[in-house]
C-alpha cells in the first residue's frame, strides 16, 4: 500500500515543504521555523496559517522534517511537538538541516556539506553519519559567506560611505532605508538575520562592480579559509553547497575551489529534490 510522506527542508527565512502521495510530488512553501526563536505554540500556529487548507485536513504516514537549530534534541523536540499537533497519527523525524543538505547533495556517499543561505554551516559526511562539523556560530559570531553575513557587509558598506556614488544611489533606490531604520530593525526588531539577509540580492543585481566582486569573493574566501580547510579530507572528497547564496554564486565558488584544489560537487538552489530522490528510494527499498 503506498504511503503518503511529507519532507520539510527549513532555513530561517523560508521552509519548503514536499507531500509524496500516489506517486505524485507537490511543493508548497512557509516561513522559516526556528526553534531558537520560536516557541512549539509560535510554530504551530505558523503550520496552522500557512499550510494550504487541504494539507491540515490530510492524513500523513510519515514527516521527515530537516531545520535549521534542531541539531540538539531539545531544540528537535519544539518542532517535533508543534508537528505532532497538527499531524497525531504520523510517524515523525526532525534532525537538523546540516543533516538533509549532507543526505540531499552526498546520498550515501562521503563528501563535504555546505550549506549557504541565510546563515551558513558545514559538514564532513561519511556516507550514513556526519562525522565533523566546522562550527557555525550564528550571524553574530560567524556565518561567514551567508545571505546575512553578506548583507551585514553591504549594510557596513552603506553606513561607512564606501559604496561609490552609482551604488549608493541604487542601494536608496533599491531598499529605501536610511541609518535610523537599520539599527532599529536590527537592535530592536525580530529575526535580524532574516533582515540582514534581504540585503543580499543587491550583490546579484551589481555583479561585475568590483566593489561587489570583492565582497563576495572576500566573503566566500573567509567561509573556504576557516571551514572547509578544517577538513582533513577536504581535497579528497567533492564538497557540495546548497543554499540561495551557493545558488547565485555558483561561480564565484567554482573558481575559488579551483584555487583551493577542492573537488565541487553539486551546487543547489534548495535540497528538497535531493531528500525526495532520497526518501523515495528509502521508501521503495521498504516495499520489498
Given at each position: 500500500?503506498?504511503?503518503?510522506i511529507?519532507?520539510a527542508d527549513s532555513?530561517a527565512t523560508?521552509t519548503?515543504?514536499r507531500?509524496?502521495?500516489n506517486?505524485?510530488?507537490?511543493?508548497?512553501?512557509t516561513?522559516?521555523?526556528?526553534?531558537y526563536?520560536m516557541?512549539?505554540?509560535?510554530?504551530?500556529?505558523?503550520?496552522?496559517?500557512?499550510?494550504p487548507k487541504?494539507?491540515?485536513?490530510k492524513s500523513?504516514?510519515?514527516?521527515?522534517?530537516y531545520g535549521?537549530g534542531?541539531k540538539t534534541?531539545s531544540?528537535?523536540?519544539?518542532?517535533l511537538?508543534?508537528?505532532k499537533?497538527?499531524?497525531?497519527?504520523?510517524?515523525i523525524h526532525v534532525?537538523?538541516?546540516l543533516?538533509?543538505?549532507?543526505?540531499?547533495?552526498c546520498?550515501?556517499k562521503?563528501g563535504?556539506?555546505?550549506i549557504?543561505?541565510?546563515?551558513?554551516n558545514s559538514c564532513y559526511?561519511?556516507?550514513?553519519r556526519l562525522?565533523a562539523?566546522?562550527?557555525g556560530?550564528?550571524?553574530v559570531l560567524?556565518?561567514e559567506?551567508?545571505?546575512?553575513?553578506?548583507?551585514k557587509?553591504l549594510?557596513q558598506?552603506f553606513l561607512y560611505?564606501?559604496?561609490?556614488?552609482?551604488?549608493?544611489k541604487s542601494?536608496?533606490?533599491?531598499?529605501?532605508?536610511?541609518k535610523?531604520?537599520?539599527?532599529?530593525?536590527?537592535y530592536?526588531e525580530?529575526?535580524?538575520?532574516?533582515?540582514l539577509?534581504?540585503?543580499?540580492?543587491?550583490?546579484s543585481m551589481?555583479?561585475g562592480?568590483?566593489i561587489i566582486?570583492?565582497?563576495i569573493?572576500?566573503?566566500l574566501?573567509?567561509?573556504?579559509?576557516?571551514?572547509?580547510?578544517?577538513?582533513?579530507?577536504?581535497?579528497?572528497?567533492?564538497?557540495?553547497f546548497?543554499?540561495s547564496?551557493?545558488?547565485?554564486?555558483?561561480d564565484?565558488i567554482d573558481?575559488?575551489?579551483?584555487?583551493?584544489?577542492?573537488?565541487l560537487?553539486?551546487v543547489?538552489?534548495n535540497?528538497i529534490?535531493?531528500?525526495?530522490?532520497f526518501?523515495?528510494?528509502?521508501s521503495?527499498r521498504?516495499?520489498?
Amino acid at each position: 500500500m503506498a504511503i503518503s510522506i511529507l519532507i520539510a527542508d527549513s532555513g530561517a527565512t523560508k521552509t519548503a515543504w514536499r507531500l509524496l502521495e500516489n506517486g505524485k510530488k507537490s511543493t508548497f512553501y512557509t516561513s522559516g521555523i526556528s526553534p531558537y526563536y520560536m516557541t512549539k505554540d509560535e510554530i504551530q500556529r505558523l503550520i496552522q496559517k500557512e499550510f494550504p487548507k487541504k494539507m491540515r485536513s490530510k492524513s500523513i504516514d510519515e514527516v521527515y522534517y530537516y531545520g535549521t537549530g534542531c541539531k540538539t534534541t531539545s531544540k528537535a523536540n519544539i518542532v517535533l511537538r508543534a508537528i505532532k499537533e497538527i499531524y497525531p497519527t504520523s510517524s515523525i523525524h526532525v534532525t537538523h538541516d546540516l543533516m538533509g543538505a549532507a543526505i540531499a547533495t552526498c546520498g550515501n556517499k562521503k563528501g563535504i556539506a555546505c550549506i549557504l543561505g541565510t546563515g551558513s554551516n558545514s559538514c564532513y559526511f561519511n556516507g550514513s553519519r556526519l562525522m565533523a562539523n566546522s562550527p557555525g556560530l550564528g550571524y553574530v559570531l560567524g556565518d561567514e559567506a551567508s545571505g546575512a553575513y553578506f548583507g551585514k557587509v553591504l549594510v557596513q558598506h552603506f553606513l561607512y560611505k564606501k559604496l561609490d556614488k552609482a551604488l549608493e544611489k541604487s542601494f536608496i533606490q533599491v531598499f529605501n532605508t536610511n541609518k535610523e531604520e537599520i539599527l532599529h530593525q536590527v537592535y530592536k526588531e525580530p529575526f535580524p538575520n532574516r533582515y540582514l539577509a534581504g540585503f543580499a540580492i543587491f550583490l546579484s543585481m551589481h555583479r561585475g562592480h568590483y566593489i561587489i566582486e570583492n565582497i563576495i569573493e572576500d566573503g566566500l574566501r573567509e567561509f573556504m579559509g576557516t571551514h572547509l580547510l578544517s577538513y582533513p579530507q577536504a581535497r579528497e572528497v567533492p564538497i557540495h553547497f546548497v543554499g540561495s547564496i551557493a545558488f547565485h554564486f555558483k561561480d564565484k565558488i567554482d573558481e575559488l575551489c579551483k584555487v583551493y584544489g577542492f573537488h565541487l560537487g553539486q551546487v543547489f538552489q534548495n535540497p528538497i529534490d535531493g531528500l525526495t530522490h532520497f526518501h523515495l528510494k528509502k521508501s521503495a527499498r521498504k516495499k520489498k
